[in-house]
Structures are given as C-alpha cells and as structure tokens.
C-alpha cells in the first residue's frame, strides 16, 4: 500500500457499524428495475438532509419563541417517525444489516462479487438506528479475496454532498460515542 493511500485511509475515524446495503455496478444501477426503492431511499435521503439544515435554525429559534419551538420539535419527532416507517420498508427491501467499517470517506464491506478497482459503484445504505437512507456513489479502492469465497471491497466515496459528509460525520461520532460509552460499562461492570 502507498504511503498516499495510508494518509487517505486516515484522513477519516472509521467505526465498525452494522448497514443494510445495497451494492450494484454504476452502470447496472442507471438500468436498476427496482424504481419504487430507489424513490423511498431519495425520499429518505433527502428527509435526513433537509432535516440536518434546519437543526441550526430550531436551536436559534429555541431562544426567540419557546411556544412555536415546542410545536416544530413535536412536528420533527412525527416526521422522523414517518422516515423510519419508509426506512423500515427499505430495510424489508435490502435485507438484513452486514457488518462494515465506516467513515464519512468511503465503506468496506465484504461481498460475494468481486470489483475492479477504480470502478464506479452505487450504494444504498441505511444508517440505524436513526433510519438515515443514503445513496451514495463509491469508487472501488481494493478488492481482496477473503478465506469464506467472498471479497473484501474497500471504497471511497464520490462526488459526495456536504450535507451527506456531515450527515456520515454526525453518525461516526454517535456510534464511536456509543461504542466508547459499551466498553467503559465492559470494563467497570463488577463480575457476577
């Protein structure tokens, strides 16, 4: 591995996490004949987006009018509950959550199908538990075979949003937070 690729690899905190994915060739995914979730994994998308926007503009108005905040907070928590209904539909459609590691650069994950490196895929993947469907675009780094007939596929993610990279950013931190928080309860939990 090149000194370059050690630098990129860690330019971000990766986490291990646990995603529903959905992994097809750029070019299968233009052809893809599953419309119906590729509209909820964009209506998902876009909810957690524009709902990551406005977070700023709810603190800000937490200080001018407590009345009007309350009612948005309640109207956001109604909201959420609908994105997880669509992302649980989602999940019904790609399967059950596989182990990754993650960051707000790219994914690894491992895959029955080997990839070429330097090619293009799309990626649909739902972050829990807050619900968050993403679809991203990845350029395949590495692909190494692995003992079980599967391949380990690391990539980097493509042409990503602002508002995705953050999106990813927020969810590393969270999980990174919750795993510290498990392994000081491990260690400090007195034996039975």
Do not use: W
């Not at 399967?95 to 994914?107: A, C, D, F, H, K």
């Not at 590393?172 to 034996?191: C, G, I, K």
């Amino acid at each position: 591995m090149s000194t370059l690729d050690e630098e990129r690899r860690r330019e971000y905190y990766r986490i291990e996490d646990s995603v529903a994915l959905e992994i097809n060739p750029l070019d299968e995914a233009a052809s893809c004949t599953m419309p119906r979730i590729t509209a909820l994994f964009q209506l998902l998308s876009e909810l957690h987006v524009s709902e990551f926007e406005s977070q700023h503009l709810l603190r800000q108005l937490d200080d001018r009018d407590r009345v009007l905040n309350g009612f948005l907070k309640a109207m956001s928590k109604r909201i959420d509950l609908l994105g997880q209904v669509v992302a649980n539909t989602a999940l019904g459609e790609l399967g059950t959550p596989q182990p990754v590691l993650l960051s707000e650069g790219g994914i690894q994950f491992s895959s029955a199908q080997a990839y070429t490196p330097d090619s293009r895929l799309s990626i649909k993947m739902v972050l829990m538990p807050q619900a968050a469907g993403m679809m991203l675009e990845a350029r395949v780094v590495s692909c190494a075979p692995k003992a079980d007939n599967a391949f380990e596929i690391d990539t980097e993610f493509v042409d990503l949003p602002d508002a995705q990279r953050q999106l990813l950013a927020r969810h590393v931190l969270q999980r990174q937070a919750q795993q510290r928080r498990q392994a000081r309860e491990q260690n400090t939990a007195p034996d039975a």
